[in-house]
């Protein structure tokens, strides 16, 4: 089956700075690789979504890239913001389930 | 409002018991799952149903049920045979029955052991 890794775990910024998360994925069947942002107490909501036909997608401040010969693919977000604080799961699938990566708490300081 | 309802938001265990957690949509999705979440652990598969009357096995199933009899509602019974089931479980739903669609969740539940 599919295993996604997740780094780094904890991911601390100043407002305005970027801030990259990256993940690996073992199944080099999946071509659909979401990201999600979950705030505290509340189920994860979709960011940015990529399949394997496309290398980058941007929307606004965040943007995702594909590495489908390494197997990795990556969450940039700039100008951060305090309201970007949460915590952020990349997953890997689409020809069945998905599976997740274990998250990364990002915090923005003002 | 088309979305997910989880409930209750909030459950107690008492030993040797079982407990049901609700999932609706009215989104219309043919698909549905049901995760759980650990501190630090992410989101685990529990079981998913492609369709109505059908369901599978995700990655850890042991001690839960599920039943699919309506396209709206997939409940989740947590069984005394769960030696562990403190946790965050989230419900989601996705419209394309094969995969390869964005999971739509709802907010949770909290099932904490008395």
């Known amino acids: 089956g599919e295993n996604v890794e997740q780094h780094p775990s904890t991911l601390s910024v100043q407002e305005g700075d970027s801030a990259v998360i990256k993940c690996t994925y073992s199944d080099s069947a999946s071509n659909y690789f979401p990201w999600y942002k979950q705030e505290l107490g509340k189920g994860p909501q979709l960011i940015i979504d990529i399949r394997s036909n496309v290398g980058e997608k941007k929307d606004q401040r965040i943007a995702v890239t594909l590495n489908k010969t390494a197997k990795h693919f990556s969450l940039h977000i700039t100008e951060t913001q305090p309201e970007d604080s949460a915590v952020y799961f990349c997953a890997a699938g689409g020809y069945s389930t998905l599976t997740f990566g274990k998250g990364t708490m990002l915090l923005v300081s003002p | 409002d088309g979305g997910i309802t989880q409930s209750p938001k909030y459950l107690f265990r008492k030993e040797g018991q079982n407990v049901t957690l609700s999932c609706e949509q009215n989104?219309?999705?043919?698909?549905m799952y049901w995760y759980r979440q650990d501190p630090g652990q992410g989101l685990r598969l529990i079981y998913y149903?492609?369709?109505?009357?059908?369901?599978q096995k995700g990655d850890i199933a042991e001690g839960y049920s599920v039943s699919r009899e309506k396209k709206e509602s997939f409940p989740l019974t947590v069984t005394s045979a769960q030696k562990n089931p403190t946790a965050f479980y989230l419900c989601a739903s996705s419209l394309d029955r094969d995969g390869g669609e964005k999971l739509f969740f709802g907010s949770g539940t909290q099932l904490s052991v008395l």
């Open positions: 149903s492609q369709i109505v009357n059908d369901f």
């Open positions: 989104l219309n999705h043919d698909a």
